[in-house]
Every structure is written in C-alpha cells, then in structure tokens.
C-alpha cells in the first residue's frame, strides 16, 4: 500500500512545477497610439521577453486616438484576469485623466493595476534644418509674426500638446496645433518640411536629431542631457515652468490578483535586462524604469495630483 501511495505521488510532483509555472492565456498589450514611435518598438522588444519569461505569447496591439484615451478605455473595461495590458502614459493618464474628464468612463488610478513604469524621456521643440529659427527666442519671434508658426504632436491632449500651449500662454502668443494620430507622422511631417515644428520625446527624436535630420531648440529637462550637451532646456531659455519627463508603463486592469501582478512586474523586469532592449534604451538616450507594483502606483497618483491643476489652468481642451 505506501509503494503504491507513492507511485500515485510522483505525478502530482511533477505536475506541481508546470502547474506553478502556468499563465491564464495568451496576453495581448494594448499601445494607445500609433505604430512607429520608440517607445511602441521598446514594448515590443519587452513583449518578446516577457512572452519566454511567461511561458505565453505575448502580442501587442495599436489602438490609438484621444490622446491615448481610446485604448486606455479599452484596458480598463477588460476582464481583470492578466491577459490584457496597457501601456500607460502621462498623456493617457496623468493629462488625459483631468483632460478628458467629462468623457472617460474610467479613472487612471481606481480602475488600474499599475505593474511598472518601462521608460522615462524628456521633450523638446524641435524645427525643421531649412528654418531660420535656432532658438526658442527665434521660434517665438517667428511665432509672432504675421505669418505665425505651426507646431505638430502626437495627438490632442498629448503632453507635446500641454507643453506648446504653456510655451504660448507664457510668452503671449498664438500658435497654430497640428495634431497627428502618433509622435513617428508628426514628425516625418516636420522633416519633408510639411510642418515647421514638431514637439517630440528624446525617445522618439534622438535619431533625427543626430542625423540632422530635425534641429532641437529645447528640453524640458531641469538641466541639460549629457548625450546633448549642445541643447539649452527651456529654463534656460526663459520658461522656468516648462519641465516634464515623457514617462511610459504597463498597467492592468484594477482587480488583477496580486499573484499575476507580481509575476508581470518580474517578467517586465527581467525584459528591460535583456541585452537587445537595454541597447534600444541606450541607442535613444530613454532611461530605463525603476518602479514597480506599490511604487508604480503611487507615482501614477502623483503624477494625475501634479498635471491636474496644470491642465486646467491651461486652458486645453479636447476639441
């Protein structure tokens, strides 16, 4: 009788690791904007990883519009099971929480499960080589002229978007917003010379910026970045109040058991560690993120308590 007790036994050991090691499906993780930009080509490098760490596949998929609302809406009314992920970002959540109040159904801290932040980038106003302007004070000069200047971003709402009207609230002027469905158009628009202006991420501009292709006037950095040392940041350049960091995140819908939510924050982990994604962070000067589950979430919080009162204050709406 125990030889046969411990027959029976040996299955169940076995099966205890592959049981443990087990995912709820396939994850699908929803990017709210376009195709193209750095931080869409970074999660998708996470996503490989995670999908070996998981033992799962792992897709993402492009659902842009709102400033990045649309596809936040989507994640948040997804069943809270670990199969469905965000990428969140401060246009989505800390802007857009305040920004499209009156016409979201969700609120970016209640109804999410922040897992980690993945990257953090700073922005900047950048022109077109064959413009005259080749600092702020010439972008704001051409600004005021008859003729005016228009700027492209990523999208109404957008935190490029928020950072043009505060440049323009501060210096008393007008400009002309081009808003585009992701940051890669409106920026492929600034170098054909379509638009003048675009405001983008370092994440998404590094490139342009080092082949000449874009010629950057500004950070919203509270000093300069060390790979650009030759860029002034808009305190610097007269506007003590224009600072922000482009942060992004992968969050899950709020009601994700904490047992998933831990699995994901060490599968995104181990992800940014991979030698293929920590050369991309390098390769467009993005600092990796550092916060994850309880911290990830408190940051979150702060950021929608920090932006709230700037959005209003802005003036901004959806349009």
Known sequence: MRRRHLILAVPALLAAPALAQSYPGPVRIIVPFATGGTTDIITRLIADEMGRRL???????????????????????????????????????????????????????????????????????????????????????????????????SGIGSVPHLVGLRIAQAAGFELQHIPYRGGSQAATDAIAGTVPSVMDSLTAASAYIRAGSLRALAFTTRARIA???????????????????????????????????????????EAMAAPQVARRYAETATLPGTLFLDDAQAFVRAEIAAWAPVVRASGATPG
């Open 227 to 269: 790979d650009f040392p030759q860029i002034p940041t808009f305190i610097e350049s007269g506007f003590p109040d224009i600072i922000a960091d482009g942060w992004a995140g992968i969050a899950a819908p709020a009601g994700t058991p904490r047992a998933l939510q831990e699995r994901l924050a060490a599968a995104i982990r």
């Open 55 to 153: 033992s799962t596949t792992v897709i993402v998929e492009n659902r842009p519009g709102a400033g990045a609302t649309l596809g936040t809406g989507l994640v948040a009314r997804a069943a809270p099971d670990g199969t469905t992920l965000l990428v969140s970002t401060i246009s989505g959540m800390a802007v857009g929480n305040t920004l499209y109040r009156d016409r979201i159904q969700w609120d970016a801290d209640r109804d999410f499960a922040h897992i980690a932040t993945i990257l953090g980038t700073p922005y900047l106003l950048l022109v077109n080589p064959a413009t005259s302007m080749n600092t702020v004070a010439d972008f704001i000069a051409a600004a005021k002229s008859p003729r005016g200047v228009a700027y492209a971003t």
